[in-house]
């Protein structure tokens, strides 16, 4: 059967009426019925199928790319759920990470260092303490200073109170030492600066290196980096001290909770062996708070 390409006008032979592709042109042509009166026509051009082609291989390239994404997410959102709120900071941002991480401490702490020791990759001392610690300080500074100006708003009555309590006190019968506590309730602003950025990095160093301590001692065998992130996150006891005078002490017990509850779940400790931690480690800080070193 002769005919002519309907686009080109070349002259081919096909075996049948139907779809096929002239040789010259490369357009898809349909070759219609002779015996149904039916006209050859051009379906596609050269440039029509290979936008066709080009369109199929984009979609199919899309269609890869969002399977691709989809399974991307998916995993990331498997490892954002490891860990603890602030592990996952990038996906939550700041706010929400802080909001969490402080809540989960206050309000379901063995369940927080849970999420603590299955963190896949974490900072070995994160942020969160150094924000919290630094809070810390800064309201421990303000009550001490606050409060002992308004009890001795010169230097007068600071010395008439040494007169009638330095019997009692042995520590006020040594001038230095009255010299000593006088200046630093009247500290310069360089020295409250430092202090305000220094304690906080110093507080979280040493928990650390105490907590790291006991362990050896009680012969644990969690991850070393455990302790130094226990360490950090523990600073959020230091938020009492927002409470003037009794804000420290509050503080102090609280930590011993949250050590308590967090070396029982790292080490899967009995609870024996966690109170003989804890005893351990309260010894060591109360050890280093006689020394004014956290």
């Known amino acids: ?92 941002g700041f706010n929400e990470a802080f909001y969490r991480t402080t809540k989960e401490l206050v309000c379901t702490p063995t369940d927080f260092f849970r999420k603590m020791v299955s963190a896949p990759m974490a900072s070995i001392f994160p942020l969160y303490g150094a924000i919290v610690a630094f809070a810390s300080t800064a309201f421990q500074i303000f009550w001490n200073l606050n409060i002992f100006n308004r009890l001795f708003p010169n230097k007068e009555t600071f010395n008439e109170f040494v007169a009638k309590t330095s019997a009692a006190i042995p520590f006020l019968q040594d001038q230095s030492n009255v010299k000593m506590l006088y200046d630093a309730m009247h500290p310069e602003f360089s020295a409250v600066i430092a202090q305000l950025f220094l304690t906080p990095l110093f507080s979280i160093l040493i928990t650390s290196l105490i907590l790291s301590s006991v362990s050896f001692l009680t012969g644990s065998r969690a991850r070393i980096v455990h302790y130094y992130r226990m360490g950090s996150f523990v600073m959020v006891t230091g ?49 280093f708070l006689s020394f004014g070193i956290v």
């Not at 139907?18 to 379906?43: A, F, M």
């Not at 199919?60 to 990331?76: N, T």
């Not at 009995?270 to 800080?285: E, R």
């Open 1 to 92: 059967m002769i005919i002519e390409c309907p686009h080109c006008h070349e002259v081919i032979s096909v075996v049948k009426p139907g779809k096929t592709v002239c040789p010259k042109c490369k357009s898809l042509i349909y070759v219609g019925d002779p015996l149904n009166d039916e006209e050859n026509r051009v379906v596609k051009t050269q440039e029509e199928l290979e936008q066709g082609k080009r369109e199929n291989q984009k979609r199919k390239e899309e269609k890869e790319f969002e399977q691709f994404s989809k399974e991307l997410i998916s995993s990331i959102k498997g490892i954002a759920g490891l860990g603890t709120p602030w592990d996952n900071i990038a996906f939550l």
């Open 239 to 287: 938020l009492c001290n927002i409470i003037p005078v009794l804000g420290p002490l509050a503080s102090l017990v609280w930590r011993f909770v949250l050590i308590y509850k967090g070396v029982k779940i790292t080490n899967n400790f009995s609870d024996m062996k966690a109170k003989v931690f804890t005893f351990l480690f309260a010894v060591f800080n109360i050890l």
